[in-house]
């Protein structure tokens, strides 16, 4: 199976703050890549998709880039409601794997 | 709209089978795939398997191949999940995700249900 790593596993910042979140794969997923946004007691929101589409509706201030095995998602201006849980996932190869999340919190 | 309605919480003994279901609406049912994935507490999601509503062909994890069966009736625009052989371990929440085709390369569960908490306890 094809591990996800995150990194940082949680994170503390402030609105108006640019945050960065990493992903890598243990192989090469070339930009089979996904990003998505979950907040507590809610299902999963798809934020990226293929590491840099950004998914209707979602907005601006959410990129995604990389290819290969690193991927970043940044949020370039931290919101209140962007307080959250993040997860990558990987859709190169079945069984389709997810990162263990990154925990975005207010400082 | 797109929605996804799945059936209410459940408490199963060890042992026992759940059948979880997720009822579609707003977008032609047969021209998706629908993915399952489960969320334990504190932990990560983890994909548990697909169904192509317009054929019915099926893939599943590895971890859970011969225990969990996905179907769909298009009659009804719902897909189903039932995992038998419950262990306290499968308790978790379960989401049913619509997925565009092209798992494999390029796919994504763009639209999720609501999720649905099944507790295995003794």
């Known amino acids: 199976d094809i591990q996800m790593t995150q990194s940082p596993s949680s994170l503390s910042a402030s609105v108006g703050d640019r945050v960065t979140i990493t992903c890598r794969a243990s192989?090469?997923?070339?930009?089979?890549l996904n990003w998505y946004q979950q907040k507590p007691g809610k299902a999963p929101k798809l934020l990226i998709y293929a590491a840099s589409s950004l998914q209707s509706g979602v907005p601006s201030r959410f990129s995604g880039s990389g290819s290969g095995t690193d991927f970043t998602l940044t949020i370039s201006s931290l919101q209140p409601e962007d307080f959250a849980v993040y997860y990558c996932?990987?859709?190169?190869?079945?069984?389709?794997?997810f990162g263990g999340g990154t925990k975005v919190e207010i400082k | 709209q797109v929605q996804l309605v799945q059936s209410g919480a459940e408490v199963k003994k060890p042992g026992a089978s759940v059948k979880v279901s997720c009822k579609a609406s707003g977008y032609t049912f047969t021209s998706y795939a629908m993915h399952w994935v489960r969320q334990a507490p504190g932990q990560r999601l983890e994909w548990m398997g697909w169904?192509?509503?317009?054929?019915?062909?099926?893939k599943y994890s590895q971890k859970f191949q011969g225990r969990v069966t996905i179907t769909r009736d298009t009659s009804a625009s719902t897909a189903y999940m039932e995992l038998s052989g419950l262990r306290s371990e499968d308790t978790a929440v379960y989401y049913c995700?619509?997925?565009?085709?092209?798992?494999?390369?390029?796919?994504?569960?763009?639209?999720w249900g609501q999720g649905t908490l099944v507790t295995v306890s003794s």
């Open positions: 995700a619509r997925t565009t085709p092209g798992c494999g390369g390029d796919c994504r569960h763009d639209y």
């Open positions: 996932q990987q859709t190169y190869r079945s069984p389709l794997t």
């Open positions: 169904i192509n509503a317009g054929n019915g062909n099926t």
């Open positions: 192989q090469s997923i070339s930009s089979y």
